[in-house]
DNA sequence: CGATGTCCGGATGTCAACATTCGGACATGA
DNA sequence: TCATGTCCGAATGTTGACATCCGGACATCG
């Protein structure tokens, strides 16, 4: 029998404990992007050692949000096209991946999952749409498949580049999202069925263009 | 003008010397696959302290070579035939990206080196071959089409397996490379060539094709 | 004999203080 | 005025000691 997940099973240690406030923060727009984090502040406002906020925002470097180079601190991540690109493009080849992986491994649960976040998106937008709660819909939908891929050297590397897709498109969604918000729920739908019968070879070139066309609104919402 | 790289820029920190040490020692056999890594341990044998021994596992961990749980210590990782498919999947996937994306962007001089690191395979093909040495020139080669390619966060995500790579194949190499250095030059100077001039689809193929052959290569000669 | 509780060695997680390095401000000289 | 050299503050890199936690061995009890 699965026991149920304590209140706050304490077996995560203060690095990821830091290291999930400091990327709230930064979600929040609290840390501007190219705004440095200054090891001493932070463990002063956390109220916790250095050593553990600098194993946290190791953390955080992993994830790309952060780069620290040697001697000269760690800063947030700015956002300039190129960057959008490069991330955009690695994460069209994982998807790429998880969605042809996925087609074979998913169990039944699983699909039915997808269908439910499909749901969930559905009603968020007929009710007083919230882009953020969209967004994190649209990447949890994403995790599922990756989660039912089975490939954790796959979930690690969409690891290291989910919290800049986040962080992208919170930008976006914070400048007006109607695109986003028309089109978002079709498109994972048509993901979705894909995922339960359809063609490999079609599966693999709609997730691919799933992604490029995230990629493409979101340079047009930066960009312009 | 270029400044030549000094004989040994203390740029780096103790962190990644001791990561480098671990990794050389790693490849070395000198710590098989599950066996644990102490902090105390290796901190007295590198001279260096705990803190900064802690701090190089965590940068082994993101390229994958070592694994650690919450108070239970950091093991070298073990070679499973799930693990060699896992690492695969997500390289050949990767390199498909690296090598259409360095189909546009690769430089005169970069396509130069490759076919320098080709002739070194074959030059060392031809004298008293190497395995290691071999590998060596194999790995080189992928990581100039990364390069090539000119999107960090791809390098990034290669670096997260490349280590892996590096050790299974390591360890085929030493039961024995004849059918590896039988195609290894052909399959280099195919991809050199069509990264030259061939058609991006047919590059995208061969570039999944040739990982999944040595994935293939690699299952056999673990397996059996 | 099996299950349970307790204890202990060893290892990791955490902390506060010391050493090193960087960037810029200021002063100096051509 | 511009270039160069020096100095200083601040932030990071590093260290050793303290606190916490895990796993197994032993003893105890039903």
Redesign the pocket.
């Known amino acids: 029998m699965t026991a149920a997940p304590l209140p706050k099973a ?6 990821q ?1 830091a290291a999930d406030l400091v990327r709230e923060a930064i979600f929040a727009g609290h840390f501007p992007p190219g705004s ?6 932070l ?1 002063a406002a956390l ?6 906020v ?2 946290g925002l190791a953390l955080l470097e992993r994830e790309g949000l952060v780069r ?7 800063t947030v991540v700015d956002i300039t096209a190129q960057d959008v690109e490069e991330v955009y493009a690695v994460r069209a080849a994982l998807d790429r991946l998880a969605a042809t992986s996925a087609r074979r491994t998913a169990s039944e649960g699983q699909l039915a999952e997808l269908d439910d976040l499909v749901g969930a998106m559905s009603a968020e937008i007929a009710g007083e749409a919230s882009g953020p709660r969209l967004l994190a819909l649209d990447i949890a939908f994403h995790d599922r498949i990756y989660d039912a891929a089975g490939n954790r050297r796959l979930s690690d590397a969409w690891q290291a580049v989910r919290s800049q897709v986040h962080l992208f498109q919170l930008r976006r969604v914070a400048l007006g999202y109607q695109h986003y918000r028309a089109r978002v729920v079709d498109e994972h739908r048509e993901l979705a069925a894909l995922l339960r019968s359809g063609d490999p070879a079609t599966l693999a070139r709609r997730a691919e263009e799933h992604v490029h066309s995230a990629c493409r609104s979101l340079l047009a919402g930066l960009g312009g």
Chains 1, 2 share one sequence.
């Open positions: 304490r077996l995560r240690g203060l690095a404990e440095p984090l200054r090891e001493v502040e463990a109220g916790v050692s250095r050593g553990s600098r194993e620290s180079v040697w001697h000269r601190g760690t």
